[in-house]
């Protein structure tokens, strides 16, 4: 959509990159306050909004890698607004 808040971390360039904490803390830095509103809370919380603004009432939700955590975690938290 219209994010403004985009995650442009260059020293994240590769999934190992992960690893070297000097690289995540350059990221944190980088995203300065931003950087807390990233968690799988938020992303659940996103979801919703989501789902709202569309104007379901319900969700089929499916993920791969991340994407299984956080539907797991949206349905845990919403399991009312979620057919399966």
Same mark, same amino acid.
């Not at 350059?26 to 990233?38: H, V």
């Given at each position: 959509?219209?994010?403004?808040? #985009?995650?442009?971390?260059?020293? #994240? ?10 690289? #995540? ?13 990233y968690?799988?809370?938020d ?42």
């Amino acid at each position: 959509g219209r994010s403004s808040d #985009l995650i442009v971390c260059p020293e #994240l360039a590769s999934p190992t990159d992960l690893r070297d904490r000097s690289s #995540l803390a350059s990221c944190a830095r980088r995203l300065g306050p931003a950087a807390d509103r990233y968690g799988t809370a938020d992303v659940v919380a996103d979801l919703d909004q989501v789902r709202a603004a569309a104007g379901y009432e319900r969700l089929l939700v499916v993920g791969v890698s991340y994407g299984t955590y956080t539907a797991q975690r949206y349905a845990a938290a919403h399991p009312d607004r979620v057919s399966g």
